[in-house]
């Protein structure tokens, strides 16, 4: 298989996107707006249209959330003792930027990468990946970093959880998983005209999402502390992915597919609001400086990557 034929036109719309941006053709300030629509209204459409046409126990494949959990909290801790050796940052710094590297951009890089490399999954592995990251990894990330910046006191630790548990109750993507497996369990069958604006609106995922990845780098620069910007780096693009292969050889009667798949998201650079989650821990400029240099590093090792398991 070719890989440049995949991964070209993914990144062709990311260059769109950061030149539509770069150039007012789409304001910067649009670019939450298209990833607000993408992720209330696109990606709930693709988890509830795949739920309802499948039961989750059809879905869930728990040899790739066991590989996936394990690589992905590993990296972070990984990574967070590698910042923490530079000796340049506070720990809930070190924490709070820890959280890029083992978190990838399932839904914004991953899943188009997805849609051209198995077209039939992509919707299945998606929601696999929503629950790994946000009921999983990214709680123990925020609740590593909130116990590291618990000096400040003014957030317990019990407010912390508190507060992770009200932003997964108010996440649109994981009530559009709760009502997909509620449709599929009862059987209930949405009418055709609801389930054809799904498709729509499933099909409008993919060059959004990129063109969202592309335009979010603009205004973004590479700074200083290229010690740090090279581990986040490093660990996202290469530790990350390199574990999940670890762990692949090592694993029992793992389908192949579900390989592939783990690759592709393993690979992907960190996710787009990676600065804003590490902003409170005064961490956002050298998180948005990683999100551009790990994004552009990308097209090399994803490429490299999906050569290897393809």
Avoid: H
Avoid at 35 to 64: E, H, M, Q, W
């Amino acid at each position: 298989m070719n890989v440049l034929a995949i991964t070209a036109p993914l990144f062709t719309l990311m260059a769109l996107g950061f030149l539509a941006v770069k150039f007012q053709a789409i304001s910067k300030e649009a670019i939450p707006g298209i990833a607000r629509f993408v992720l209330i209204f696109c990606i709930p459409a693709i988890i509830i249209g795949n739920l309802t046409k499948n039961s989750p126990s059809d879905i869930f494949n728990s040899d790739y959330v066991s590989i996936y959990i394990l690589a992905a909290v590993a990296t972070f801790f990984i990574s967070l003792t590698l910042i923490q050796l530079t000796g340049k940052r506070e720990a809930k710094q070190s924490s709070a930027l820890a959280i890029g590297a083992a978190m990838p951009n399932s839904i914004f890089v991953g899943y188009p990468i997805l849609l051209q490399v198995m077209p039939d999954m992509a919707a299945q592995v998606l929601v696999v990946c929503i629950l790994v990251e946000n009921l999983v990894v990214l709680p123990i990330a925020l609740l590593t970093t909130e116990y590291f910046a618990s000096d400040r006191r003014d957030k317990t630790l019990l407010e912390a959880v508190s507060s992770i548990f009200k932003r997964l109750t108010n996440n649109p993507i994981l009530m559009a998983i709760a009502v997909g497996v509620a449709l599929s369990l009862t059987g209930i069958q949405l009418p055709s005209f609801v389930d054809d604006s799904l498709d729509v609106l499933a099909k409008a995922a993919g060059g959004a999402a990129l063109v969202v990845i592309g335009g979010s780098l603009v205004g973004n620069a590479i700074r200083d502390d290229l010690s740090t910007l090279s581990i986040i780096a490093s660990a996202k693009l290469l530790i990350q992915p390199i574990l999940a292969l670890l762990l692949i050889s090592l694993w029992w009667d793992f389908d192949r597919q579900w390989q592939i798949a783990l690759m592709v998201i393993t690979a992907s650079p960190m996710l787009t609001i990676y600065p804003i989650l590490a902003a409170p821990y005064g961490a956002g400029k050298i998180a948005a400086s990683s999100l551009l240099l790990t994004t552009v590093a990308s097209y090399v090792t994803l490429n490299l990557f999906l050569a290897y398991v393809l």
